[in-house]
């Protein structure tokens, strides 16, 4: 039954991810960003998860599936973190 290994919940929680970006996207445009990525990658791989182990589809690599979901994790932390430092001068 595709979606409800974990009776659907994963459905809310990438909802709660969406609310939080839309809630602080003009205070907090970073972490808006961010929760909209996360909400992003987790449908992917929980809809992925859920059919494995649904018996849908098969993830055929274990450890492939999990590089690739670290991967695109580390991404999208790495987009959003970077830290540009000017040299000021008071003038």
Not at 68 to 75: C, I, M, T
Request: hydrophobic share 35%.
């Amino acid at each position: 039954m595709s979606g409800g290994h974990w009776d659907y919940q994963q459905y809310n929680t990438c909802e709660f991810l969406n609310d939080i970006a839309v809630d602080t996207y003009k205070r907090f445009p970073k972490l808006s960003q961010i929760h909209e990525d996360f909400s992003t990658l987790f449908a992917e791989v929980w809809h992925d998860l859920d059919w494995d182990f649904s018996g849908d589809s098969e993830i055929e690599d274990d450890e492939e599936f999990e590089k690739v979901f670290v991967e695109k994790l580390g991404k999208i932390i790495r987009k959003k973190f970077t830290l540009k430092i000017y040299d000021v001068e008071e003038n």
